[in-house]
């Protein structure tokens, strides 16, 4: 299994207060992903990472903000959390590793986030 | 851009029976690649099968295999033998080919088993 975490893996918070989420890889992928789970809507893709420093945005970007200083973290932070982020978030890498190619992407466990 | 359609919110089978999950899509592309994910209670979203468009034989893995409409735009997966652990929701996804491989999903069927 390819190597990937994220953290926290539960998280309560409140609105208006800023939060972080890690996503950590062993594999050296250079593409990293953050998707969002809502029921009825599947997984959305918030932002990805194409290298170290280089990130653009996805279908629902508004809200969060990601930085990537190392190869093997892609951090979303969002800035001043609201209600409509209560989501399940998914980190995603790909890349050419062994018998994976760069279109296949592996999931790490997901972060459930609850915004009271 | 390109969109994926999951029209059925969810399904049952009997278990050791044949189903079939539908799903169709739409991008003016001619080659990409089309995958199904299985997501299990326990959340964790797993490749079940992929294909390539430009392939025009159908993908099979074990007891799933993939009926590719390529014209019609339409991907369907069918899982033989169901069984109990077969019960998930469901995935279908698209994405360009390429080194950049951001995924479109569909809205996902829930798929229960039955003994």
């Known amino acids: 299994d390819a190597g990937i975490t994220q953290s926290p893996r539960h998280k309560v918070t409140e609105t208006g207060t800023p939060v972080t989420l890690r996503c950590h890889q062993t594999e050296n992928h250079r593409y990293m992903y953050w998707y969002r789970q809502d029921p009825g809507h599947g997984l959305r893709l918030i932002h990805y990472s194409y290298g170290v420093k280089d990130t653009d945005k996805g279908e629902v970007s508004d809200g969060y903000s990601v930085s990537r200083s190392k190869t093997e973290d892609f951090l979303l932070t969002l800035e001043s959390a609201t209600s409509s982020q209560t989501s399940v978030y998914f980190c995603?890498?790909?890349?050419?590793?062994?018998?994976?190619?760069?279109?296949?992407?592996?999931f790490g466990p997901g972060t459930r986030l609850t915004v009271l | 851009a390109q969109t994926v359609t999951q029209s059925q919110p969810e399904m049952s089978v009997q278990e050791a029976e044949t189903v079939t999950l539908s799903c169709t899509y739409d991008?003016?592309?001619?080659?990409?690649?089309l995958f199904w994910y299985k997501q299990p209670p326990s959340r964790q979203m797993i490749l079940v099968i992929r294909?390539?468009?430009?392939?025009?034989q159908n993908a099979t893995e074990n007891r799933f295999s993939v009926n590719f409409q390529k014209a019609a735009k339409s991907f369907s997966l069918k899982i033989s033998d169901s069984q109990l652990g077969d019960t998930a929701m469901y995935f279908c996804?698209?994405?360009?080919?390429?080194?950049?491989?951001?995924?479109?999903f569909g809205k996902g069927i829930t798929l229960s088993v039955r003994p």
């Open positions: 991008t003016s592309e001619s080659n990409y690649y």
């Open positions: 995603a890498i790909s890349g050419v590793s062994g018998s994976m190619s760069y279109n296949e992407q592996f």
């Open positions: 294909q390539e468009a430009y392939k025009q």
């Open positions: 996804a698209f994405s360009y080919t390429g080194a950049n491989s951001k995924l479109t």
